[in-house]
């Protein structure tokens, strides 16, 4: 579906975010609040929704402005490249990463060039380029604790630690 914005386009958001990390780096939810703007161009902005089991993680969610320019953007909005109609529309996938002192912009930034399509497995936005469970949807990396984890349909998480020859790669 990003395939349909313009890599110009998200070109612009991603730099908007590489010369604001601390507006996602520091955001924080006020009370009951699940998601917030964090950075936004004239075409498209950056969702930032919070992670309720882990607050030092969010999901990112590229969508389109109502006010955008380029026509690409409006034809998506308007539903005219084969998507649904609206400016909540995902634009590619959901971008997972950490915020804090782990939060890493340039790996933000380049999932959203890649119109989010980077978004989860070795380094993503999550990760740190150690190789994971990549084909497999859901694994999320922990900068914490060094391994990938999901959660399972029972509520508890799985983990997935790093072979040596793996972890050994990321301190190189």
Known sequence: MSSRIPKAVLAALA???RENPEK???LTFANATTSVTAVKTQDLRLDVHK???DPNMATGIIQANSEAKN???KGFIKGSTGGHKGT????GEKIKFSLGSSFNVEA???AIEEGGEAATGPGSATGSGTPGPS???GWTWSAEHGRYYRMTRD???EWWAASEAASDREWT
């Open 71 to 73: 026509k690409a953007v």
């Open 135 to 137: 084909s497999q949807p």
């Open 51 to 53: 992670n309720t089991q």
């Open 88 to 91: 909540h529309q995902i634009i």
């Open 24 to 26: 996602i780096r520091n």
């Open 15 to 17: 730099q908007k975010v």
């Open 108 to 110: 933000v930034a380049s």
């Open 155 to 157: 509520g508890t998480y």
